[in-house]
Nanobody, 125 residues
Framework: QVQLVESGGGLVQAGGSLRLSCAAS????????MAWFRQAPGKEREFVAT????????YYAESVKGRFTISRDNAKNTVYLQMSSLQPEDTAVYYC??????????????????WGQGTQVTVSS
């Protein structure tokens, strides 16, 4: 069973950048499609980005397209989320999630079986 640990969150000013990392334990990381979700205070968890097991077919929520980049390094068992041009509305707890590889682009929480504990991102205006 793969376990996920996020890191890299913090406080940043509007317009700034952060890179989140999600380190996975276990030998089967490269068999998982990976995603980032986020949850702002008082709101439901929402999809941010996903990437296939191979590193291909990145897909983004409209709200982050052009500002965020998802990538992965299977040799390091790590998936990344590079966030640029951050805005206060990006403030949230960011979660890494994994699912056995699928032919579908998966954007809903219930499609992912494995979750990290989350890392806080706060963007000040």
């Amino acid at each position: 069973q793969v376990q996920l640990v996020e890191s890299g969150g913090g406080l940043v000013q509007a317009g700034g950048s952060l890179r989140l990392s999600c380190a996975a334990s276990g030998r089967t990381f490269s068999s998982y499609d990976m995603a980032w979700f986020r949850q702002a205070p008082g709101k439901e968890r929402e999809f941010v980005a996903t990437i296939k097991w191979s590193g291909g077919r990145p897909y983004y929520a409209e709200s982050v397209k052009g500002r965020f980049t998802i990538s992965r390094d299977n040799a390091k068992n790590t998936v990344y989320l590079q966030m640029s041009s951050l805005q206060p509305e990006d403030t949230a707890v960011y979660y890494c999630a994994g699912s056995w590889a699928s032919s579908r682009i998966m954007t809903t929480q219930n499609e992912y079986q494995i979750w990290g504990q989350g890392t806080q991102v706060t963007v000040s205006s």
